[in-house]
């Protein structure tokens, strides 16, 4: 796009549609209980912010991951925007945020415009049929926050229903149940690019303690 060369080249990651690793998860029927539920969450929007029991312990994450994805998004003002919606959007769907940063690393390499050949959409990747089931038609799966919204939400459902099996609810988010080799990418960029432990904190007049 021409338009893109007048544009600082921290900004180019959203612009360009890109590939993504992504198979397709597969359209299955909800029942009404589960399509009920998965809507509320996804219409249930507020302005992310970081959710941490600890101010300190919020910063200190948002600088240590902001460093690591300082690579592949050089604009700090969009990096801390984004992992800010990450944390919150997953700590809202009880998963970890260091496992939705790899998946996304995996699914689509940060860019929020990216497609997978299935037509999956986005930063995590979400299939076009989920508006229809739990969404309207005017949610926007490139949209930044409304995309997290959906992908934590999905993988959430996916991990109940595989009762906390991560291996397979990857599988079934991915649409290669069954298959390793997806699992097996996650929970590399898991563990080895997003682990974090928190840092220890100092409570005036007593001894260091760790954070929560």
């Given at each position: 796009?021409?338009?893109?060369?007048?544009?600082?080249l921290?900004?180019?990651?959203?612009?360009?549609?890109?590939?993504a690793?992504?198979?397709?998860?597969?359209?299955?029927?909800?029942s009404?209980?589960?399509?009920?539920?998965m809507?509320?969450?996804?219409?249930d929007?507020?302005?992310?912010?970081?959710?941490?029991?600890?101010?300190?312990?919020?910063?200190?994450?948002l600088?240590?991951?902001s460093?690591r994805?300082?690579?592949?998004?050089?604009?700090?003002?969009?990096?801390?925007?984004l992992?800010?919606a990450?944390?919150?959007?997953?700590?809202?769907?009880g998963?970890?945020?260091?496992?939705?940063?790899?998946?996304?690393?995996?699914?689509?390499?940060?860019?929020?415009?990216?497609?997978?050949?299935?037509?999956?959409r986005?930063?995590?990747?979400v299939?076009?049929?989920?508006?229809?089931?739990?969404?309207?038609?005017?949610?926007?799966l490139?949209d930044?926050?409304?995309?997290?919204?959906?992908?934590?939400?999905?993988?959430?459902?996916?991990?109940?229903?595989?009762?906390?099996n991560?291996?397979?609810?990857?599988?079934?988010?991915?649409g290669?149940l069954?298959?390793?080799?997806?699992?097996?990418?996650v929970?590399?960029?898991w563990?080895?690019?997003?682990?974090?432990?928190?840092?220890?904190?100092?409570?005036?007049?007593?001894?260091?303690?760790?954070?929560?």
């Amino acid at each position: 796009m021409k338009t893109s060369l007048l544009l600082p080249l921290s900004l180019c990651w959203v612009l360009a549609p890109a590939p993504a690793w992504a198979g397709a998860q597969k359209e299955e029927a909800l029942s009404a209980n589960v399509a009920t539920a998965m809507s509320r969450s996804i219409s249930d929007v507020n302005a992310p912010r970081l959710v941490f029991d600890d101010a300190r312990v919020g910063q200190a994450w948002l600088a240590e991951m902001s460093s690591r994805l300082q690579k592949r998004i050089p604009d700090p003002w969009v990096r801390e925007r984004l992992l800010t919606a990450i944390q919150y959007e997953a700590v809202r769907a009880g998963l970890d945020p260091q496992l939705v940063l790899g998946l996304i690393q995996v699914e689509s390499g940060f860019n929020k415009y990216a497609v997978s050949g299935a037509g999956a959409r986005g930063l995590m990747q979400v299939m076009p049929f989920w508006p229809r089931h739990i969404g309207t038609a005017q949610h926007n799966l490139f949209d930044l926050s409304t995309n997290l919204r959906y992908g934590c939400t999905i993988l959430r459902y996916y991990l109940d229903i595989e009762r906390g099996n991560l291996f397979r609810a990857l599988g079934r988010y991915n649409g290669s149940l069954g298959r390793s080799e997806y699992p097996d990418l996650v929970m590399g960029a898991w563990h080895r690019r997003w682990a974090w432990t928190p840092p220890a904190l100092r409570v005036a007049g007593d001894a260091p303690l760790r954070a929560r």
